[in-house]
DNA sequence: CGGGAAATTGATGACTTTCAAGGTGTGTGG
DNA sequence: CCACACACCTTGAAAGTCATCAATTTCCCG
């Protein structure tokens, strides 16, 4: 009877030697302001998958980095109507949609076993008081997750929904890249189902869209695994106002 | 030969006396914060009609308070095609868009006449440090920003278009009641062209809702005033997730 | 007062959803 | 370890919603 072997049972790290320290929050901190960070981030939070880091209402208990796995956030209204606002992977920072009220505005659902590291409510404005590089950098990530609606908000008002999978495509993809990555064949860390939503269609939509750029040999997908054959017929094709080209 | 008596020619104000501290920035600061915040903030900004209080990829030059007037905020790709974002009436802070890089990454255009009340980058962080009750009042009002992301996004991902407009107006009559107008009457501040693009939609779909709202003894609209005829009724539609009452 | 932008209305067609069925992979319990 | 159940994904056909094109009206600004 040995313990499982995945990532749960992952021993807890320094910020200093994790390997994500360069995009997530100690990223543009000195060292001596990292070593104060450290003190207070809770490295204990193991979440398994389809459980919640927080869900909506419930009162903020700070802010929470990915360390591994992949989390996603959605609102829903009265009616049960869902929708999907964002996918974070590994070093992302999630937790502020509760800045409003002091509760949160959204669920947080693991997609698959998760670390995550938790900032603590409690210490968090002492900390940005005492950390310039601390201040700048939440200021960045704040920055990030507007950026992130604004063009999300682009996509679904203005684009078709080829256009959309192909604008999603190609973030992940630059995404991954600048985490050392291929960016040309890489994992969906979500069902079709999240994605669909995400992207605002019905599944079956999507499922169709990926068959036809298949066809076209745009991209080759099996299951979760993704394989961009043709990076300039995916920019193309996220481009698209002409109409058909 | 007088001076033209429209708002362009208002008298700057305290914020003491202004009567939007409640909403705006100053709500949630004491008396002695307010007497710091009043010295760095300039309101001498006077943006006409269809002028820009900031534009894409400007460099950042701070936050900005509306005093009068309204302003919408819309993103544009590299195919020109551009999205509404906001519409921010007084009282209403912008400017949470350049955190992330430091330049803008939307246009921010006035829908009319606007006085604009700037807080500069310089003291920013300064103030910030030295007064808590405006760091919580930030917080609030970031939260705000991403809260209104988050339903837009819920309305564009999840609503038909009659639903969406409905949403719309539910939230538009919220906003004018919790600043003591009348939350049955009001005026639209931006065009059809605005609002249609804010809400995903063709002018001509929006114009047809319109239409059909009013047959429906729901709404009156007279250009762009509107009154609320019947609150159920409209609240029904927003929340119509099972089609066809 | 005139030109033109803004808004409305109608007809048509494209895109997307919905409903339905079948296939494929995964996980759990025997 | 295998089998079965179930969730996930794909594909097809039909229907609906919404966009586009076009014409007309209304209203605003100079």
New interface residues.
Partial sequence: MRPPTNTMSQKAISCESCSLNAVCLPSGLTAEELIQLEKSIDKTMKIKKKEAVFKTNQISDGIYAVKSGAVKTS?????????V?EFHLPGDILG??????GTH??DAIALEDTLICKIPEATF?DL??AL?GL?KEL??Q??????H??????S????QTDERLATFLLQLSLHYQSRGFSNKEFVLPMSRQDLS??L?MAVETLSRIISRMTDENIIKVERRVVIISDMDKLEALA????KKT
């Fill in positions: 609102i829903a209204n009265s009616d049960g109507q869902e929708q606002l502020f949609d509760a800045f409003n009220s505005s959204c404005d940005c008081i310039p201040r200021k960045h704040l920055g990030k997750e507007i950026s609606h604004q063009n999300l908000l682009l679904l008002g203005q684009q939503n995400y605002g481009h698209s106002s002409c």
